[in-house]
Nanobody, 114 residues
Framework: QVKFVESGGGLVQPGGSLRLSCAASGSIFSIHAMGWYRQAPGKQRELVAQISSLGITNYADSVKGRFIISRDNTKDTVHLQMNSLKPEDTAAYYC????????WGQGTQVTVSS
């Protein structure tokens, strides 16, 4: 069974940075595209960044130029470097496979507030 464990969230001031990590297990990690999603209270979950098996990245307009997604296929992990954080980035963040969605992990909470 595929499992994702997200970590790295926390409370940060506007303009600050955080680096999220997602550890995957239970499948052949390297052949799948991976994505970071977020869900704010009262809103639908949205895909904010994705990286293909070959390392091609794509970002939602709301985070383009501020977030960087990367992956390490030797460690079955995917990261999200978040810079210039804004209050509207506050959400629970999750990782999953955009082209083969499976069970969601517990997520990691990011709160951007002064």
């Amino acid at each position: 069974q595929v499992k994702f464990v997200e970590s790295g969230g926390g409370l940060v001031q506007p303009g600050g940075s955080l680096r999220l990590s997602c550890a995957a297990s239970g499948s052949i990690f390297s052949i799948h595209a991976m994505g970071w999603y977020r869900q704010a209270p009262g809103k639908q979950r949205e895909l904010v960044a994705q990286i293909s098996s070959l390392g091609i990245t794509n970002y939602a307009d709301s985070v383009k130029g501020r977030f960087i997604i990367s992956r390490d296929n030797t460690k079955d992990t995917v990261h999200l470097q978040m810079n210039s954080l804004k209050p509207e980035d506050t959400a629970a963040y999750y990782c999953n496979r955009p082209t083969a969605i499976t069970s969601w992990g517990q997520g990691t909470q990011v709160t951007v507030s002064s």
